[in-house]
């Protein structure tokens, strides 16, 4: 199945903002937003085309509080909201969204008056409408694993035989350095590769049939910072917004990059891929602006070249600063069993995975041993 990207989600997005300005929701009021996420800052981003000002953000996460975010100050909800203001409009899209509603009403808003979803992301997150599967069966957790084991298999292959420098990195190097494997409550493989190896590895793949590679350096139709590769010969719908897509099942790409000398020069330019990051996500709407901001940033990514740094992380990844390593670690490769096969990582695992996850072979508490399942895939049913 090769690769196509969904709008449903994002379709919902504009049009529902379209129509509070339709409405006039927006005239006379004090307008705060919820939270300080990538669906934030789209909203945030689009209402200011629409000349439409956000006044405040808030946040239960203290450690965004005093920050700004999209030119405006987070604070505790407590700061800006406290004091009832009739005049409010409170705009939310998160996956807690229930639990903000609540604490909004106990400050005495009204939902649907001082409070709007802007859309309904839980129930979205799980509208999988976008695609029709009646034909197809849902494959099991062992047959997605088992094509995930086939593409990094074939990425380990592709690598090695053309000199391209691939790394376990994520959750997939903390299952191989604990398990030996996945995580037990795990359903997905993160992998690094070198950003400038990126173009010579896509290059081999389109050569091969059964696989595919997307990635942001120049697909029309994708812009996520990072690249699945994907085996063609099942079907996969993946929804986290604002991606919906679907292609084969798939493994996460990360770009390796190189960065500055100085841990000043490193945030610097953290703060400039964040922002053009950013740029790219807040442009959706209008897709020609997208690739170009897109184009930048990977311009961008490949400013410090990564065979001189001192430095170098993945810093667009969830972990932010703490992705930054020195070179050092990825230096050269150990090989560490992953399931029935041994992959290349780090010969720093041990200081990467440290600081990333602290003390990294003590299992979390159970209720926290859960996977994040953002998509569904299929096989077609015997005989059709």
Same mark, same amino acid.
């Given at each position: 199945?090769d690769?196509i990207?969904? *709008?449903?989600?994002l379709?919902e997005?504009?049009?529902?903002?379209d129509?509070?300005i339709?409405?006039?929701l927006?005239?006379?009021k004090y307008v705060?937003?919820?939270g300080?996420n990538?669906?934030?800052?789209?909203?945030?981003y689009?209402?200011q085309?629409?000349?439409?000002?956000?006044n405040?953000?808030?946040?239960?996460?203290?450690?965004?509080?005093?920050?700004?975010?999209?030119d405006?100050?987070?604070?505790?909800?407590?700061?800006?909201?406290? *004091?009832?203001?009739?005049d409010?409009?409170?705009?939310?899209?998160?996956g807690?969204?229930?639990?903000?509603?609540?604490q909004?009403?106990?400050?005495?808003?009204?939902n649907?008056?001082?409070?709007?979803?802007v859309?309904?992301l839980?129930?979205?997150?799980?509208?999988y409408?976008?695609?029709?599967?009646?034909n197809?069966?849902?494959?099991?957790?062992?047959e997605?694993?088992n094509?995930?084991?086939?593409c990094?298999?074939?990425?380990?292959?592709?690598?090695?035989?053309?000199?391209i420098?691939y790394?376990?990195?994520g959750?997939?190097?903390?299952?191989?350095?604990?398990?030996?494997?996945?995580?037990p409550?795990?359903d997905?493989?993160?992998?690094f590769?070198?950003?400038?190896?990126?173009?010579?590895f896509?290059?081999?793949?389109?050569?091969?049939?059964?696989?595919?590679?997307?990635?942001?350096?120049?697909?029309?139709?994708?812009?996520?910072?990072m690249?699945?590769?994907?085996?063609?010969?099942?079907?996969?719908?993946a929804?986290?917004?604002?991606?919906?897509?679907?292609?084969g099942?798939?493994?996460?790409v990360?770009?390796?990059?190189?960065?500055p000398?100085?841990?000043?020069?490193?945030?610097e330019?953290?703060m400039?891929l964040?922002?053009?990051?950013?740029?790219?996500?807040? *442009?959706?709407?209008?897709?020609?602006?997208?690739?170009?901001e897109r184009?930048?940033?990977?311009?961008l990514?490949?400013?410090?070249d990564?065979? *001189?740094?001192k430095n170098?992380g993945?810093?667009?990844?969830?972990y932010?600063?703490?992705?930054v390593?020195?070179?050092?670690?990825f230096?050269?490769?150990?090989?560490?069993?992953?399931?029935?096969?041994?992959?290349?990582?780090?010969?720093?695992?041990?200081?990467?995975l440290?600081?990333?996850?602290?003390?990294?072979?003590?299992?979390?508490?159970?209720?926290?041993r859960?996977?994040?399942?953002?998509f569904?895939?299929?096989?077609?049913k015997?005989g059709?």
């Amino acid at each position: 199945m090769d690769y196509i990207r969904h *709008t449903k989600a994002l379709d919902e997005l504009y049009h529902n903002l379209d129509k509070m300005i339709e409405k006039n929701l927006f005239d006379k009021k004090y307008v705060v937003m919820f939270g300080c996420n990538k669906i934030a800052g789209m909203i945030i981003y689009y209402l200011q085309q629409k000349n439409i000002k956000v006044n405040s953000i808030v946040d239960n996460n203290k450690n965004n509080c005093g920050q700004m975010f999209m030119d405006v100050l987070v604070s505790a909800p407590q700061e800006v909201l406290g *004091t009832f203001r009739k005049d409010v409009l409170v705009l939310i899209a998160s996956g807690f969204q229930a639990e903000m509603i609540k604490q909004l009403e106990d400050m005495g808003y009204k939902n649907n008056d001082h409070i709007r979803k802007v859309i309904d992301l839980p129930m979205l997150m799980n509208d999988y409408s976008f695609v029709q599967r009646d034909n197809f069966e849902e494959l099991n957790r062992d047959e997605v694993r088992n094509s995930q084991l086939r593409c990094l298999k074939k990425v380990k292959s592709i690598c090695e035989s053309n000199n391209i420098r691939y790394f376990l990195c994520g959750g997939t190097l903390l299952g191989a350095a604990r398990h030996q494997g996945y995580i037990p409550w795990d359903d997905d493989i993160d992998i690094f590769i070198v950003l400038k190896d990126w173009e010579k590895f896509s290059k081999l793949v389109k050569e091969n049939d059964e696989f595919g590679f997307i990635s942001f350096m120049g697909e029309d139709d994708y812009y996520d910072d990072m690249g699945l590769f994907y085996d063609k010969t099942n079907i996969c719908d993946a929804n986290h917004f604002p991606m919906q897509t679907t292609a084969g099942i798939s493994i996460d790409v990360m770009p390796l990059i190189g960065l500055p000398d100085t841990q000043e020069a490193i945030k610097e330019y953290a703060m400039e891929l964040k922002n053009q990051n950013s740029k790219v996500q807040n *442009t959706l709407y209008d897709l020609s602006k997208c690739k170009c901001e897109r184009k930048k940033l990977y311009e961008l990514m490949l400013r410090y070249d990564y065979d *001189t740094s001192k430095n170098v992380g993945h810093i667009l990844g969830p972990y932010f600063m703490k992705e930054v390593r020195p070179k050092e670690w990825f230096e050269k490769t150990v090989y560490l069993k992953f399931e029935d096969e041994e992959y290349a990582a780090p010969i720093g695992y041990d200081n990467y995975l440290r600081k990333l996850y602290g003390d990294y072979m003590q299992l979390p508490p159970e209720d926290k041993r859960v996977g994040h399942h953002y998509f569904r895939a299929y096989k077609k049913k015997e005989g059709l």
